[in-house]
């Protein structure tokens, strides 16, 4: 009677293991089923030999499959990357800090008409250009909410004279670029637009060309010095387009990925991982307006590209005039967007420390290249703050066959 009992439930116990061998990552022994009844009738019904083995805890030939309602959100991943060791938790706040300025930023272009926000501000910023009324709004925003990180020392916008040192009993050790409200011009028709930023660590080593200007006290001489780097020391980078989808892109020099902002959780949620540029495309993205007021070697160039040669196909031209909008859809279809040097700008119009620099670590991250039609735009030494350069971003192929044309 009292060897019965333990081959009752030796037998229940060994029966169920294989329904919860998927569940238990703990050592189970799972008895054969011919042995276990050979032994049963030799041992009057006590099993002594039994088999263990190590049972994982999901069997490998089985894959995971993802929960409809699984998503990672923009906070989770930086989280996920900070126990990664790939960022330290002082530049996590930051990129959220940011994030949430972009967010902001997002709902007053969605209500700018609404809110009376369109149209000119009356003043004008330091490039000489008009001030819209949102470029206003979202340089005040995107300040204040990276002051208010308490872990940035020094902050940069396009939209600023000079830099700016946070008060020391908010600073960190971060120095971020930004422009604010990039491709603002078309604002007033709703066409898409962004904000751009780079985050640098400081740096005492810049070649600035700051002179003699009294009007530059100590601490923006030093502000000066510190956020005049070539692009090849950022940190990280990204941009927010403000189109019929918000969308965070971003990189920390582990490769290019996006988040969407879902207007149900309010939350920006992974959309796009490890995104990789085609390596050649047929569009190009140029302000042929400016044709005429280009050198030779260029036309030739633009001219090649609308020849539809042996393939009977030419290349095709997309133009919005709003850098984020235009590098966007490069970087998901491949192809080439350029803003050329011209008569009347010999430098082009695009700022080197807010837009050229980080737009080109991005594509580098994805696998394009950044040029300004000679030389890679990352290894430029900038020698003033608002320095501007040509600037032709987009696939490898593409980048370097307009090389070739401009050598």
């Not at 709902?107 to 000489?128: C, D, E, F, K």
């Not at 902050?155 to 700016?164: F, K, L, M």
């Not at 005429?292 to 070697?297: A, H």
């Not at 859809?329 to 807010?354: A, E």
């Amino acid at each position: 009677m009292a060897g019965a009992i333990p081959a009752t439930s030796s037998q229940l116990l060994f029966s169920s293991s294989r329904s919860i061998s998927r569940l238990s990552p703990f050592h189970l022994c799972v008895s054969d089923a011919k042995t276990l009844n050979n032994n049963n009738k030799r041992h009057g019904g006590v099993s002594p030999g039994i088999r263990c083995a190590v049972v994982g805890a999901e069997s490998k030939s089985e894959t995971k499959k993802k929960s409809v309602f699984e998503i990672q959100t923009l906070t989770g991943w930086l989280l996920k990357q900070e126990q990664a060791g790939n960022i330290d938790a002082e530049l996590t706040i930051v990129l959220s800090s940011i994030s949430m300025a972009c967010k902001q930023i997002a709902s007053l272009v969605q209500r700018a008409s609404i809110s009376n926000l369109t149209g000119v501000q009356g003043a004008v910023n330091v490039q000489g250009e008009d001030q819209k009324k949102l470029d206003v709004v979202s340089n005040e925003v995107f300040s204040n909410c990276l002051r208010s990180s308490g872990r940035t020392g020094i902050i940069a916008s396009e939209e600023e004279d000079v830099p700016v040192a946070v008060e020391e009993s908010y600073s960190g050790n971060y120095i971020v670029v930004f422009d604010p409200l990039d491709g603002s011009s078309n604002i007033d028709a709703a066409v898409s637009t962004g904000s751009i930023f780079g985050i640098y660590s400081p740096n005492d080593e810049c070649l600035a060309d700051i002179g003699d200007d009294p009007t530059l006290d100590q601490m923006e001489q030093k502000c000066i010095v510190n956020v005049c780097q070539p692009g090849s020391n950022l940190l990280a980078a990204g941009y927010c387009m403000y189109s019929s989808s918000i969308i965070f892109v971003l990189s920390i020099g582990k490769g290019v990925f996006a988040f969407t902002l879902d207007p149900m959780y309010g939350e920006l949620v992974l959309t796009q991982e490890n995104i990789q540029i085609p390596k050649s495309g047929k569009i190009y993205s140029f302000n042929e307006g400016n044709y005429q007021l280009w050198d030779d070697k260029l036309k030739k160039y633009i001219d090649d590209l609308k020849d539809p040669g042996p393939s009977g196909k030419p290349y095709s031209s997309r133009y919005i005039g709003s850098l984020v909008g235009d590098f966007h859809r490069t970087l998901l279809y491949g192809g080439i967007y350029g803003y050329p040097r011209d008569k009347k700008s010999k430098n082009g119009k695009l700022r080197l420390l807010y837009e050229c620099a980080p737009m080109s670590y991005l594509v580098e991250q994805a696998g394009g290249k950044g040029s300004d039609g000679h030389q890679r735009v990352l290894d430029i030494q900038p020698s003033e703050i608002h320095q501007r350069v040509p600037l032709y971003i987009g696939s490898v192929e593409e980048v370097e066959k307009l090389e070739k044309y401009l050598a």
